[in-house]
């Protein structure tokens, strides 16, 4: 799922090869492009990592049939759906990524602030960073994908008006 709440079609694989330290580039059938890095998959899988004693092995990818995934020489398959979300993890975040998402579920500043533990002068730096940490795009990325999860963290605050108070109407 996309920050703005659309669900993606079915991916699948138009081509794919090898690239630098474990990673796949891939082309879409939909015309779009994406680098993933399976670099954590290789090293966490006792099945893939048979690519960290073969890096040679790794280089003999190609799309399987329908593209709905991606397979090597040695049986090794992985899915469409599973490689587009891997890549899309591994994209950067921008501010205007974590407006969108707080416009989203209706956050004030205190409130999103809340959520990733920090201040909201914090909260307002990230909102012009042309990059946001990691930490705070996968808090995001989880919250987006539970709203479970969401609103097991979420407490609503009360932002008080700025300015003096007003005199009471009736004294």
Not at 101 to 111: D, G, I, S, T, Y
Request: charged share 25%; net charge positive; hydrophobic share 40%.
């Amino acid at each position: 799922m996309r920050i703005d709440g659309q669900v993606d079609a079915i991916p699948r694989v138009k081509s794919v090869t090898a690239g630098p330290h474990f990673s796949l580039n891939i082309v879409w059938k939909d015309g779009s492009r994406t680098r993933a890095d399976l670099t954590g998959l290789i090293y966490s899988s006792e099945h893939f990592s048979v690519f960290a004693s073969d890096p040679a092995a790794f280089r003999h990818v190609r799309p399987v049939a329908w593209g709905d995934g991606v397979e090597w020489d040695n049986g090794l398959d992985y899915s469409a759906a599973t490689l587009r979300k891997l890549a899309e993890e591994q994209q950067p975040m921008r501010g205007s990524d974590l407006r969108r998402f707080a416009a989203a579920k209706k956050l004030n500043n205190a409130e999103f602030a809340g959520l990733l533990g920090c201040t909201v002068k914090t909260v307002r730096t990230y909102y012009n960073a042309k990059q946001v940490p990691r930490w705070v795009a996968t808090t995001v990325r989880c919250f987006q994908r539970d709203d479970t999860l969401f609103a097991a963290h979420f407490r609503p605050v009360k932002v008080r008006p700025r300015g003096r108070p007003r005199a009471d109407a009736g004294h």
